[in-house]
């Protein structure tokens, strides 16, 4: 029977053994495909890719809560606004301010 030591070992080996597998099944899968696609005559572009993320950045939000009186807003992400933590301090809801 193996020791913990010894088990510790073999496993981190393993690891080892399976990231570099990894990186060889990847780099002979992104070969193939890039054989096929000029094979085809296909580009990035064929697949609904630009090659960048999908997720826009800087893009706003509406705002969901508006103060009555000086007409703060908030969109509802990110920390709660001070003037928002101060109305629910004194009692009221996070909900009485959404915008209707």
Same mark, same amino acid.
């Given at each position: 029977?193996?020791? /913990?030591?010894?088990?510790?070992? !073999? ?9 570099? !597998? ?6 002979? =899968? =992104?070969?193939?495909? $890039?054989?096929?696609? !000029?094979? /085809? ?6 697949? %609904? ?5 999908? $997720?826009?950045?800087? +893009? +706003? =939000?509406?705002?969901? /809560?508006?103060? *009555? ?5 908030? +969109?509802?992400?990110?920390?709660? *606004?001070?003037?928002? !933590?101060?109305? =629910?301090?004194? %009692? ?9």
């Amino acid at each position: 029977m193996s020791s /913990y030591k010894e088990l510790l070992a !073999q496993i981190e080996m393993l690891k080892q053994q399976a990231e570099s !597998q990894r990186k060889t099944e990847i780099s002979q =899968v =992104v070969a193939d495909i $890039r054989a096929k696609m !000029q094979e /085809y005559g296909i580009s990035l572009s064929d697949l %609904g890719s630009t090659g960048r993320s999908s $997720r826009s950045k800087g +893009t +706003t =939000v509406a705002a969901k /809560y508006r103060h *009555p009186k000086t007409g703060d807003t908030w +969109t509802g992400r990110g920390k709660m *606004p001070k003037w928002l !933590q101060g109305e =629910v301090n004194t %009692g009221k809801r996070k909900e009485d301010f959404l915008i209707a």
